[in-house]
């Protein structure tokens, strides 16, 4: 299983940026995707997930400003951020669930900064 993520940069306060992360190696349309971020010194923590019936999830703090989507066709999942804030600075990693539902793939991580 590889998961490429991809579409981080810097950006200003108040902008947007769309992430990517093209899947390979799984069943795409099968498997329910997130993404996750992590801060150095923190724990990574939750952004979004999409099911594969397209549920979305979010956390409270970019719940409005993000959207999670997935393109089976491409084997692709997105992350379009709008109203960035300089507190979602974090490195992005998306993920793939296993048949248990776990958390089981990850890509290499994509990293965002919002800085004026």
């Known amino acids: 299983v590889q998961l490429q993520a991809s579409g981080g940069g810097l950006v200003q306060p108040g902008g947007s940026l769309r992430l990517s992360c093209a899947a390979s190696?799984?069943?795409?349309?099968?498997?329910?995707m997130g993404w996750y971020r992590q801060t150095p010194g923190k724990q990574r923590e939750l952004v979004a997930t999409?099911?594969?019936?397209?549920?979305?999830n979010y956390a409270d703090s970019v719940k409005g400003r993000f959207t999670i989507s997935r393109e089976n066709a491409k084997s692709t999942e997105y992350l379009q951020m709008n109203s960035l804030k300089p507190e979602d600075t974090a490195v992005y990693y998306c993920?793939?669930?296993?048949?248990?539902?776990?958390?089981?793939?990850w890509g290499q991580g994509t990293e965002v900064t919002v800085s004026s």
């Open positions: 993920t793939a669930a296993d048949i248990r539902g776990r958390w089981e793939y």
């Open positions: 999409i099911s594969t019936s397209g549920r979305t």
């Open positions: 190696g799984i069943a795409f349309w099968a498997t329910d």
